[in-house]
């Protein structure tokens, strides 16, 4: 989520004689740094943006908004060196808000990172226990418990994404994937065919059902999935204006 600072608008009241024409005045807009560094990574430019963000902090060290947006650009970067300096703002960020959310979905990131599943998880889990609407957090989240073999888990996450989020035909694949993990297959099979409904052109969507279905030891229906493949696409019929005659 982009922060963006709020300008309160300026009016003023003159005791001079009203003027008889009436001429409209707009006042200044209110300097706005944060979004102007954040101006500057939309145009390309990552290390302005960076540097910008960090005389933001210098300037202001106990407002957590420019600290979390220059760990996010560094996180970006992803090396050693910028991971831990991600690290030092999303602990100085933690200090002085504790309860935002973006702060521990951003230490999960960085926790990734590190290799660190176990404690990503329960950043992970703090961001979404602080905004249960917080979608990217629980994604990342059920991911990860799927990765580490927790499926039940995986699936708690999984479930209120397919309703939140249906057009991510990815997590009706993964929530199909953890189901089928459980030896629940007929489950499967309903997110599988969820998830060809959504978008039944789909390459990757087909490929992986027929791939259920071969392992589920249904060939036939299998070869049928792969025949949509290849099938040419249906051209509708135009439809004619009737005659005037």
């Known amino acids: 989520m982009m922060w963006v600072l709020v300008a309160a608008l300026l009016t003023g009241a003159s005791d001079a004689p009203a003027s008889p024409v009436l001429t409209a005045q707009v006042a200044p807009a209110a300097p706005n740094p944060l979004a102007d560094a954040l101006a500057l990574e939309t145009a390309g430019n990552d290390a302005g943006a960076l540097a910008a963000l960090e005389r933001l902090v210098l300037s202001q060290p106990r407002w957590e908004l420019p600290r979390l947006e220059a760990a996010r650009l560094l996180l970006k970067a992803g090396s050693a060196p910028e991971l831990d300096r991600a690290q030092a703002h999303l602990d100085a960020a933690l200090g002085e808000a504790p309860d935002n959310p973006r702060v521990h979905f951003l230490r999960g990131q960085l926790l990734e990172e590190r290799s660190a599943p176990f404690d990503a998880i329960r950043?992970?889990?703090?961001?979404?226990?602080?905004?249960?609407?917080?979608?990217?957090?629980?994604?990342?989240?059920?991911?990860?418990?799927?990765?580490?073999?927790?499926?039940?888990?995986?699936?708690?996450?999984?479930?209120?994404?397919?309703?939140?989020?249906?057009?991510?035909?990815?997590?009706?694949?993964?929530?199909?994937?953890?189901?089928?993990?459980?030896?629940?297959?007929?489950?499967?099979?309903?997110?599988?065919?969820?998830?060809?409904?959504?978008?039944?052109?789909?390459?990757?969507?087909?490929?992986?059902?027929?791939?259920?279905?071969?392992?589920?030891?249904?060939?036939?229906?299998a070869a049928k999935v792969r025949a949509q493949l290849t099938a040419p696409e249906k051209r509708s019929m135009r439809v004619l204006k009737p005659s005037k005659r």
Do not use: I, M
């Open 123 to 221: 950043a992970y889990e703090k961001a979404v226990g602080l905004r249960p609407s917080y979608d990217d957090a629980r994604f990342r989240l059920a991911g990860l418990w799927a990765q580490v073999g927790d499926w039940l888990k995986a699936e708690l996450h999984y479930r209120p994404l397919s309703k939140s989020k249906p057009a991510w035909v990815q997590v009706r694949l993964q929530l199909a994937a953890v189901l089928e993990k459980q030896g629940r297959a007929l489950d499967a099979e309903r997110e599988f065919l969820a998830a060809r409904d959504a978008q039944p052109t789909n390459p990757g969507v087909l490929r992986t059902l027929a791939a259920f279905y071969d392992r589920t030891a249904r060939p036939q229906l």
